[in-house]
């Protein structure tokens, strides 16, 4: 019989005459087969060739997709039978879901659980359901950013749009769809309430208040003070993650990567103080028990987070402190002492910002500028000589 397809080919998207691996350059393998008008259909067969980020790997994994589809139509197999499956709208959501959680941190995840589980009821309650995924615009997502922004924050609705482009760039990436159409929906304005620093003279009330009424949130505050660690990284902390013998503490971030930071001294003195050598290696460093303990009943990181919180809110109001005040401003006003302290000492303003970047574990001097301009650090000097009025 005369053969009704052509010969298995590759093909490698350019740029500049050199094979291209940005994520707009999708390769694929291809064929055509003949229709019984005389006309030619491009079969495009994916199957994760793009997954793979350098040239040789996506040649590697080509050539193997090529052979084997020849071996396939040799046999006879039914051309038509490779077009990979085109998904339903509602499906192709489930399952990037599905595919991309493994990504996630227990938090990120009951987050973007939240969002999907609003998402598919909207398909569902708009009969887009079945609709062929590669039949879905970014009109479509218009309309239930549209729908959701008449109730919700712009901050919120701009949580729905970060993770409509992921989900939609996992199907991209699994070659479900050739483009991510969320990438370009356009996020709402947000004024951000930031956490302001505390002046010396509330510092210094703080302090002395949580002294008389609440030491233990003052061991806390202390901890984030000798560390620079966030509220957030704190909670996560179990025995197993402080090596007194060694003078480090491995902390787990947001994407759990790990790294480490120095036990200083006043720190060492903090943890001889909470007797952590005595405890199990699995037990949490701040618990609501007031020492450390499994805390079984609040595995969510988030939940040991918001304990926390809500107990310097209680003081909150005794101390008459600001909305923007909470414990982030901890932070940043410890940032703020630290490099006044460093210009007092006679160090040069780069000095003094080299210095706090190893404490604070900002990654550029940039990120750090910017930084100590959001928390008030940067001022003028007294420019009286200089205006006469």
Known sequence: MKRKYTSVSIYIPKRDGKPCIEKECRWYVYFYIKNDDGTYKQIKLYHGIN????????????????EAAEKFLAEGGDPLSMIETNFSFKN???????NKKKEWSENTLKTNSVYL???????????????????IRRRHLSVYINEIARTKS????????????????KMEQD?????????????????????????????????????ENDPYMLAFIKFMGYTFLRPIEIVRLQMKDINLKDGIITIRTKTEQKSTIRIIDKLRDLLL???????????????????PDAWTERKNEQNRYYYFKKRFSKHKKTLALKKE?????????????????????????????????????????????????SIGAFLPDDFSNDLDI
């Open 51 to 66: 997954h793979y980020k350098t040239v040789r790997e996506r040649l590697k994994i080509a050539h193997i997709i090529k």
């Open 92 to 98: 192709a959501v489930i399952d990037a879901f599905g």
């Open 117 to 135: 589980k609003e998402f598919v009821k909207w398909i569902e309650n708009k009969k887009l359901s079945d609709l062929p995924i590669k039949d």
């Open 154 to 169: 712009p901050t919120t609705v701009n949580n729905h749009i970060r993770f409509l482009s992921m989900i939609f760039g």
């Open 175 to 211: 070659d479900i769809i050739p483009y991510n159409i969320a990438r370009d929906l356009k996020k709402l304005k947000t004024i951000p309430t930031k956490n302001e620093p505390f002046s010396t003279e509330q510092f210094n009330e703080i302090v002395a208040y949580l002294k």
């Open 273 to 291: 103080e909470m007797d952590i050598e005595n405890y199990p290696e699995d037990y949490f460093l701040f618990t609501k028990q007031n020492r």
């Open 325 to 373: 005040q909470g414990l982030y401003s901890f932070r940043h006003t410890f940032a703020r002492m630290l490099y006044f302290k460093f210009l007092d000492a006679g160090m040069t303003d780069l000095e003094s910002k080299f210095k706090l970047m190893t404490i604070t574990r900002h990654k550029s001097l940039s990120s750090l500028n910017k930084y100590l301009r």
